[in-house]
Nanobody, 114 residues
Framework: QVQLVESGGGLVQPGGSLRLSCAAS????????MNWYRQAPGRERELVAQ????????SYADSVKGRFTISRDNAKNMLYLQMNSLKPDDTAVYYC???????WGQGTQVTVSS
């Protein structure tokens, strides 16, 4: 079955950086677009970034544009989210997702606080 495992979250000060990873298994990873979502307490899940199957198309939420970069390594079945210039509003649980499918990881907590 499809399994997505996120890692790399943690506590970081405002202005800091984190790199999230998502290990995918149980699917032919290189055939699927992938997404990063996030959900903060009391808020709806928000689409943060998307990347197509061959990594030549990316899109970002306005709130993270210019600060976050989504990437993938199809040889390793890995999805990444580089997050720079982090703000307290970026605090959330971050999830990876297979585009157009209801496959989700368990999430990784990102907390931005001084």
């Amino acid at each position: 079955q499809v399994q997505l495992v996120e890692s790399g979250g943690g506590l970081v000060q405002p202005g800091g950086s984190l790199r999230l990873s998502c290990a995918a298994s149980g699917l032919t990873f290189s055939l699927y677009g992938m997404n990063w979502y996030r959900q903060a307490p009391g808020r709806e899940r928000e689409l943060v970034a998307q990347i197509n199957s061959v990594a030549n198309s990316r899109s970002y939420a306005d709130s993270v544009k210019g600060r976050f970069t989504i990437s993938r390594d199809n040889a390793k079945n890995m999805l990444y989210l580089q997050m720079n210039s982090l703000k307290p509003d970026d605090t959330a649980v971050y999830y990876c997702n297979v585009d157009n499918y209801n496959y989700w990881g368990q999430g990784t907590q990102v907390t931005v606080s001084s």
